[in-house]
Antibody, heavy 126, light 109 residues
Framework: QLQLQESGPGLVKPSETLSLTCSVSGDSISGSSNYWGWIRQPPGKGLEWIGSIYYSGSTYYNPSLKSRVTISVDTSKNQFSLKLSSVTAADTAVYYC??????????????????WGQGTLVTVSS | EIVMTQSPATLSVSPGERATLSCRASQSVSSNLAWYQQKPGQAPRLLIYGASTRATGIPARFSGSGSGTEFTLTISSLQSEDFAVYYCQQYNNWPPSFTFGPGTKVDIK
C-alpha cells in the first residue's frame, strides 16, 4: 500500500527557504509511472497545486510560484523534496505531498492525486 | 490557465437528502476531472476520477457526471460522515498542470 509522509521544519523565517521532504513507502519512486506532487492549503482556504515531478526528474510548476520553487527526487532514498525560496507570511500553509496517478479511462489520459500525505503545517514568521 | 469555479460555496442539507455540487472549467478539460472530500484536520480524500469513476472504497451514494466544462458531484442520500468540504480538480495535459476549484462546504441544515 502506497504511503507518503511529509517532514521538515514547522517554522521558517521570512525571506528564507522552506524545505520539505516526502518519504514514499510501499512502492519504488523510480519504478512508478506516476507523477509526484506538492499541494498546499493556507489556513481556512482552498488547495493550491505547487508542482510535480516525474521519477526521471522532469518538473512542472505552478506558474504563479515557478520563480521560487524547486522540486527534486532522490531515488536512492525513495523521497522527493520541495524548496520554496524567499518566503513570506503568505506562504504559511499546510503542505501536502501526493502521488499523481496517471491512467487511461475511456481512451483518454486522466490524472488525479491519490494517496496524499497527512500534511505538515509550515508557518512563516520571525 | 484553466480556472475552476464551484457552486454553491455552501450547501445546507438535511441527513438523508440529496446533494448536488457543481464544478465548472473555464475551458474544456474533457473528462480530466477529479473530486475530493476534505474534513477538518485531514488530508483530502479522492472520491471520483475521470469525471465519473468512483475511487476504491467510495460508497455508491457518491456519483460524478459531466464532461468538457460542466461537472456535477451527487451525493444521493447524505450521511452524517458526508458533511465536509468538496473540491474539484482538473488536469491539463500540456504543460502538465493541475487546478483546484475553491470548494463547496456541505453542512447540516
Amino acid at each position: 500500500q502506497l504511503q507518503l509522509q511529509e517532514s521538515g521544519p514547522g517554522l521558517v523565517k521570512p525571506s528564507e527557504t522552506l524545505s520539505l521532504t516526502c518519504s514514499v513507502s510501499g512502492d519504488s519512486i523510480s519504478g512508478s509511472s506516476n507523477y509526484w506532487g506538492w499541494i498546499r492549503q493556507p489556513p481556512g482556504k482552498g488547495l493550491e497545486w505547487i508542482g510535480s515531478i516525474y521519477y526521471s526528474g522532469s518538473t512542472y510548476y505552478n506558474p504563479s510560484l515557478k520563480s521560487r520553487v524547486t522540486i527534486s527526487v532522490d531515488t536512492s532514498k525513495n523521497q522527493f523534496s520541495l524548496k520554496l525560496s524567499s518566503v513570506t507570511a503568505a506562504d504559511t500553509a499546510v503542505y501536502y505531498c501526493a502521488s499523481a496517478t496517471r491512467a487511461v479511462v475511456a481512451a483518454k489520459l486522466v490524472v488525479w492525486f491519490d494517496p496524499w500525505g497527512q500534511g505538515t503545517l509550515v508557518t512563516v514568521s520571525s | 490557465e484553466i480556472v475552476m469555479t464551484q457552486s454553491p460555496a455552501t450547501l445546507s442539507v438535511s441527513p438523508g437528502e440529496r446533494a448536488t455540487l457543481s464544478c465548472r472549467a473555464s475551458q474544456s478539460v474533457s473528462s480530466n476531472l477529479a473530486w475530493y472530500q476534505q474534513k477538518p484536520g485531514q488530508a483530502p480524500r479522492l472520491l471520483i476520477y475521470g469525471a465519473s469513476t468512483r475511487a476504491t472504497g467510495i460508497p455508491a451514494r457518491f456519483s460524478g457526471s459531466g464532461s468538457g466544462t460542466e461537472f456535477t458531484l451527487t451525493i444521493s442520500s447524505l450521511q452524517s460522515e458526508d458533511f465536509a468540504v468538496y473540491y474539484c480538480q482538473q488536469y491539463n495535459n500540456w504543460p502538465p498542470s493541475f487546478t483546484f476549484g475553491p470548494g463547496t462546504k456541505v453542512d447540516i441544515k
